[in-house]
């Protein structure tokens, strides 16, 4: 079955009427930019934005006003102000059930007609196929309810015909686009089930993606053969996944002119990844570059726009600010501020040359040896009348293990363990009293592991609860939530002079976290994203603080190397590898000392075992001895649990066993 082209009766009609007014809108527009004091002319590299909203507020009343509170066509006062690229969104059927409106916005007909007024207002147009009847994005790529049933080529060539068909459609109105996306944010392929690919995508599946990418570029080349095509990735800053993405369509000859990426902070690693991408990329296609969408704010606005002008050989070729119209015009009024950004923007490019940004290097310093102990207990074992002891003198627990040789803290964070289900309805191990024991830490001169749960109680291999107060959150929500808890966390500890030395994103997270969405099952695609999302907010909130990806896999070299090859794969970026060792469940000392050593050449990054109660001893003296001093240390879990660590009898007072500690720390001192 092939795609039938509609009749163009009823469009041509409604363009007949659209172009009776095209000749007074032109008009109005260009009196508008005259009338302007501060309209200039726009440098060569693009300052662009989505404004696919426009007809929707509009038809809510909604007039825009420029800074001076004078009534104007809203893409007159973006172009009078250093706009000079507008990008609309189409979708194939917005009115079918479960399309995006009733109304049709986006859909053919609409989009005409805003292409026309980008056109009469002296902007470059580009147009985004969604290729669905609502929104594709990572998270979703619906099939559009026309092409239901169709498989193979059939699909292929309902979207070829589709794509044509619009193209044409905007040519003979006078509004064809200058660049064409073939599809939104791909990086999950497009048109599901068909075109979807994971982390264990099949050639045949990469090839049914790429033949239908491939029929939307045959369609556009043959309808506009001027207009430039642009791949659009949702991988800001995962450099590695935007090259197995683009490697692969080199390998299927999918062509392509510009390279779009989506940067969004919250799920796009920080600046400077955002940064490093771009600059090889650039190296490495020789394709400019777009930041194709991001959430503009007065703080990323011109961080964003330097970033990318600076690529070097000036294939930073602009950006694209994803529907600004609410931090523009604020109830339809022009914010002075905002709007200066770009116009100062626009001026300071058309004024300076772009310039190379020296790439920031990440300096982090490794503590070594580190002798440490996870005591979150200590406030609930306070609470119930315990008071620490050592030698009969009654202290500090904290001054106790520093005195004892200990040099670092490991502490536990849930997210509301006082909730329904939680740890605890006195709320230990939550944000309060965790901060509470931080600073108790520090000033007993100890260095401080969090180690954040992401659950309201325990999460370990056999259970990652996702947390009460998120459970409303989905995808890409609940992806975007982990960032923000998780860069708010950090802050809070950093305001309140306890910066944690080390982060742990996660506990025991080798069969993933936040269940059922990070479980890990056939794919580690969902899972890979949430603990991306994690790493990169401790970054982007202290790029000072070490991240560890902790594992429960102490002796067991094949799960961990295929645990860290598969985050590897999908950019997460971490700096210390953390292990759990329990014999009963994690193997020999044997494999404990294989494991570790391979891990530390493997990787070529430092090991812990973040956990342990047994074989104090061999396992200090493996993890010591690790090849290249990559073995930094330990962490005794529960060090004040009679039952686990062990280190203090029921009443608090210490034992034989904490006479070693300081043994283990000498020891380095030997080597």
């Known amino acids: 079955m092939k795609y039938t082209r509609q009749p163009l009766t009823a469009i041509k009609l409604n363009l007949a009427a659209l172009k009776l007014n095209l000749a007074a809108t032109t008009l109005s527009l260009g009196l508008a930019l005259l009338a302007c004091s501060c309209k200039i002319d726009i440098p060569p590299f693009s300052i662009g934005a989505d404004m696919s909203f426009i007809p929707q507020y509009e038809s809510r009343g909604m007039a825009f006003t420029d800074t001076s509170g004078k009534e104007q066509d809203v893409l007159a006062i973006m172009a009078a102000n250093g706009f000079d690229n507008i990008r609309l969104r189409i979708f194939v059927d917005p009115r079918a059930p479960g399309g995006y409106s009733a109304e049709g916005f986006c859909g053919l007909e609409q989009t005409v007609a805003m292409a026309q007024r980008i056109v009469a207002a002296g902007m470059t147009f580009s147009l985004d196929f969604h290729y669905s009847d609502t929104w594709a994005d990572p998270d ?51 048109v599901w089930p068909e075109g979807y690919i994971d982390d264990n995508a099949k050639e045949e599946n990469w090839a049914a993606l790429m033949g239908l990418y491939k029929a939307a570029v045959k369609a556009a080349r043959e309808v506009l053969p ?22 692969t369509m080199g390998r299927y000859g999918a062509g392509y002119d510009i390279i779009g990426l989506s940067y969004y902070e919250q799920w796009h690693e920080t600046y400077d990844d955002l940064q490093a991408n771009l600059y090889d990329l650039a190296a490495r296609y020789g394709k400019p570059l777009y930041v194709c969408e991001y959430g503009a704010n007065p703080d990323n606005i011109r961080r964003i726009n330097d970033i990318v002008r600076s690529v070097p050989g000036g294939l930073g070729a602009g950006t694209m600010a994803w529907e600004p119209a609410r931090v523009l015009f604020p109830q339809g009024k022009a914010d002075p501020a905002v709007v200066g950004i770009y116009r100062d923007m626009a001026v300071s490019y058309q004024e300076t040359p772009p310039q190379e940004i020296p790439l920031p290097r990440r300096e982090l310093t490794f503590d070594r040896p580190i002798v440490g102990a996870d005591i979150s207990w200590v406030p609930e074992q306070e609470g119930k009348g315990i008071v620490f002891s050592d030698n009969g003198v009654q202290k500090d627990v904290m001054e106790i293990l520093k005195d004892n040789g200990f040099n670092w803290i490991r502490l536990r964070l849930f997210i509301d363990p006082a909730a329904e289900n939680g740890y605890s309805p006195q709320g230990y191990c939550g944000l309060e009293k965790t901060l509470e024991m931080a600073k108790r830490a520090k000033n007993a001169g100890l260095k401080l592991l969090l180690n954040f749960h992401y659950s309201d109680t325990w999460a370990d291999p056999g259970k990652q609860y996702t947390p009460a107060s998120w459970a409303q959150h989905t995808g890409s929500g609940l992806e975007g939530q982990v960032y923000r808890y998780t860069y708010q966390v950090i802050r809070r500890f950093m305001e309140e002079g306890v910066c944690p030395d080390m982060a ?31 790493t990169a907010a401790v970054r982007a909130a202290n790029p000072s603080i070490p991240v560890m990806v902790h594992i429960a896999c102490g002796g067991q070299n094949d799960e961990s190397v295929y645990f860290l090859d598969k985050i590897l794969s999908r950019d997460v970026k971490f700096d210390i590898i953390g292990q759990s060792y329990y014999p009963q469940w994690h193997g020999t000392l044997e494999e404990l000392q294989h494991n570790l050593n391979d891990l530390a050449a493997r990787y070529n990054k430092p090991v812990i075992v973040v956990e342990y109660k047994e074989h104090r001893l061999e396992v200090n003296q493996i993890v010591r001895d690790v090849p290249g001093n990559l073995g930094l240390g330990t962490f005794i879990w529960e060090a004040t649990s009679p039952v686990w660590g062990n280190l203090f009898d029921k009443k608090g007072s210490t034992n034989e066993n904490m006479k070693l500690y300081r043994q283990f720390l000498e020891s380095y001192d030997s080597l």
């Open 140 to 190: 979703k790529q619906y099939k559009p309810s026309a092409w239901n049933g169709l498989t193979g080529k059939e699909l292929e060539n309902a979207l070829y015909h589709y794509t044509h068909h619009v193209l044409t459609t905007l040519k003979e109105a006078g509004a064809a686009p200058q660049i064409i996306q073939p599809g939104n944010e791909i990086n999950h392929g497009m």
């Open 226 to 247: 001027e207009s430039r095509l642009m791949v659009h990735l949702a991988l800001g800053g995962q450099n590695t996944l935007c090259r197995e993405f683009l490697d």
């Open 504 to 534: 742990q994103t996660g506990n025991e997270i080798n069969h993933g976290m936040l269940w059922p969405q990070g479980k890990i099952g056939d794919s580690y695609m969902h899972f890979g994203v949430l603990l991306r999302c994690a």
